[in-house]
């Protein structure tokens, strides 16, 4: 089934990204230049400091891809579990760029922005329709 296989490669890349935005906020390279996310995070830059902030940005961020990616792999296994480990990467997610912004509307993109409207959509998909095996 064609849906199957479109959305099974979507969560997957969709979780790759996240591996991107995990390499980003642990410094392994930049993604822009100049960008600094997840520095200034409103919730953890003060509390614990932006190398901490850095880390734990970049841990939950893997976690998530792992999510995306085991649900991916699970759809495409006609697995029964994987529609709610895919709803939890995506809420997972979203959490992460919420908690990690800086608070600031200028350059979303950059910090998540597209990733959260990305999640919702993955969310609305999953939860409302039923086309998908599982």
């Known amino acids: ?3 199957v296989i479109l959305l099974g490669i979507f969560l997957i890349l969709h979780g790759l990204v996240h591996l991107l935005y995990a390499g980003q906020s642990w410094r392994l390279f930049e993604l822009r230049p100049g960008m600094l996310w997840p520095d200034g995070s409103w919730l953890f830059s003060k509390l ?5 902030t850095r880390f734990l940005a970049s841990i939950s961020l893997a976690l ?8 991916g792999v699970g759809l495409f296994l006609n697995q029964d579990g994987w529609r709610p480990v895919a709803v939890g990467a995506a809420v997972l997610s979203t ?16 910090k998540g922005g597209v990733g959260v409207l990305v999640n919702l959509a993955i969310l609305v ?3 409302f329709y039923n086309l998908l095996p599982g």
Do not use: H, N
């Open 1 to 3: 089934m064609l849906i």
């Open 48 to 52: 614990t400091g932006e190398a901490a």
């Open 64 to 71: 998530a891809a792992l999510g995306f990616v085991a649900g």
């Open 95 to 110: 959490a992460i760029f919420i908690v990690f912004w800086d608070g600031k509307l200028q350059s979303l993109d950059e």
């Open 125 to 127: 998909f999953l939860l």
